[in-house]
């Protein structure tokens, strides 16, 4: 199956910066879209930022100009680069990438939540 490796979460104060990895392996044929999404406690998991294989990015307005999105195909990775964080960027970071195995089917993957913290 495909396994996604997330890196990079932390403790950050008002205004810094993180970046955050995932890479994805196993019976891979394409992912499309790849992605993160986040939750705060007693909240839904929301969408924050996707991209395409070709490159087309979708942002939640929450993090419109903070936020950058972008992958490396060859290695099936993708970033979030976070700038200018604010408290209520706090949650739980997830990973997603909609894969198209080898054998020609589609599943959804998720990894395994990495913690961003935004204190002062």
């Known amino acids: 199956q495909v396994q996604l490796v997330e890196s990079g979460g932390g403790l950050v104060q008002p205004g810094g910066s993180l970046r955050l990895s995932c890479a994805a392996s196993?019976?891979?044929?394409?992912?499309?879209?790849m992605g993160w999404y986040r939750q705060a406690p007693g909240k839904q998991r929301e969408l924050v930022s996707t991209?395409?294989?070709?490159?087309?990015?979708n942002y939640a307005d929450s993090v419109k100009g903070r936020f950058t999105i972008s992958r490396d195909n060859a290695k099936n990775t993708v970033y979030l680069q976070m700038n200018r964080l604010k408290p209520e960027d706090t949650a739980v970071y997830y990973c997603?990438?909609?894969?198209?195995?080898?054998?020609?089917?589609?599943?959804?993957?998720w990894g395994q939540g990495n913690q961003v913290t935004v204190s002062s």
């Open positions: 991209i395409t294989s070709s490159g087309g990015t």
């Open positions: 196993g019976s891979i044929f394409s992912i499309n879209p």
């Open positions: 997603y990438a909609r894969v198209t195995h080898i054998s020609g089917s589609k599943v959804d993957y």
